[in-house]
């Protein structure tokens, strides 16, 4: 080789090292100063199941509903997700409403910028509903057969995807690459109706 040539690929290598580095440096993102929670954005919710088409209904008949959730990071650094529980509750005419879903999801973490999906299935049991409007009074004066006749008007209508769903929940997001911000706890709330099966 050369003169000319060794100069040339002194050049070339000395010129690769210095864009290279500088090239790194661009790539590393600053540490935030504030933390940005997590958006919970309820994506979907469906039953899974038919219900059988007229009563006797048995105790042991279930519906099963997903809820799917889309959790997206604004943070420039990876999200950790901790204590997202959320109940998922139908409209019986009452005030308290009746819940479908009671569910925490385990700790997560999303990327930077980032998002993810996470369902939730869980079955709702018939024979299930027969403790909780005896404990709430649903029934009224009717007693047990007033009762046994609320949870057949709402199994119907929640087979034929006629009454409104709630979900309340909560969420605590923190940065693991910059755990001096602390974290943020944060309530959400969505109303739906689940679309015909």
Known sequence: M????????????LGLGIFGCAGEKAMI???PSQILPVKVTVDTVERLNAIAAKPPFQATDILVFRVNFKL??????????DDLYFEAKVDDRTRDKTIVQAVSMPPYLVPAGGEIMWSSTEPFLYGGVRASYLLRGVGGAGGMKGVFQKMEELWIDLGGDKRKFYIDGNIT?????????????????????IPKL
Request: no cysteine; net charge positive; aromatic share 4%.
């Open 2 to 13: 050369d003169k000319k040539g060794l100069i040339l690929l002194m050049v070339v290598v």
């Open 72 to 81: 997206s990071n604004p943070n420039n650094v990876a999200a950790k997700i």
């Open 173 to 193: 997001t923190s940065l693991p690459d910059a755990s001096n911000l602390g974290i943020i706890r944060q309530q959400f709330k969505t109303e739906f109706a």
């Open 29 to 31: 993102k600053p540490v």
